[in-house]
């Protein structure tokens, strides 16, 4: 693995279904962010995560949660999926949240379709 | 609120010069970064600005004026490669990236 990883590419989803977006990074970042990205609007970020245990609500955060167990992963679960939450979502993470200089290095994203 | 404003999409000639601009209101200042997304593709990092003035890396620079909230891009001898998104971000007073939509380039032969 080099960089971040993201499972799967694409999913399509009825709606009502549970789903899990898997992200794994192996640079040792200590933070890490999910963000969905609709075309016409910004990245904008669902949850993060400081440091492994810790997790933050971002700028939409309902309908979806996220858990932090160790450094490298950082699952984003929808507990049960709207069409609305239709997007393609990014998985980044970086050295430092708490810092100025904070590079993000992003996953190749996925591409969710909720019917 | 905060605000991120980018012009939505641009066009420009293969060699020729493009200079996409970013103005941003946002809860405090700690950065702005320009970030490169090709289409299909994961954002990739381009430059990071955190004092006013112009940062040259080859063929792209990078200006901030923070009295203004103004960025600019500068993409100098284009080229068909560099047809792709160009995102601004500006990192706020708790140090979250704000994101504004992305400025579309089009590059013609």
């Known amino acids: 693995i080099a960089g971040i990883t993201q499972a799967p590419t694409s999913q399509i989803l009825a709606a009502g279904r549970r789903m899990t977006l898997r992200c794994t990074q192996d640079?040792?970042?200590?933070?890490m962010y999910w963000y969905r990205q609709d075309l016409g609007l910004g990245l904008r970020l669902i949850h993060y995560?400081?440091?492994?245990?810790?997790?933050g609500k971002g700028e939409v955060p309902d309908g979806y949660s996220v858990s932090r167990a160790n450094t490298d992963d950082f699952p984003l679960t929808l507990a049960s999926a709207v069409p609305s939450q239709t997007s393609v979502y990014f998985c980044a993470s970086s050295d430092d949240s708490l810092n100025s200089y904070n590079e993000q290095f992003f996953g190749p994203g996925t591409r969710l379709t909720v019917l | 609120g905060q605000n991120i404003d980018q012009p939505t999409e641009m066009t420009a000639t293969e060699g020729a010069i493009v200079q996409i601009n970013c103005t941003y209101q946002t809860s405090g200042f700690n950065g702005l970064f320009w970030y490169q997304q090709h289409a299909g593709e994961a954002p990739t990092f381009l430059s990071y600005n955190v004092l006013d003035g112009l940062e040259e890396k080859g063929r792209f620079s990078s200006f901030l004026s923070r009295s203004k909230g103004y960025s600019y891009l500068l993409l100098k001898e284009l080229q068909m490669k560099d047809s792709a998104s160009y995102l601004c971000?500006?990192?706020?007073?708790?140090?979250?990236?704000?994101w504004g939509a992305g400025t579309k380039l089009i590059i013609k032969p």
């Open positions: 995560s400081n440091t492994a245990g810790t997790t």
């Open positions: 640079m040792r970042h200590n933070a």
């Open positions: 971000a500006v990192v706020n007073s708790n140090y979250q990236l704000i």
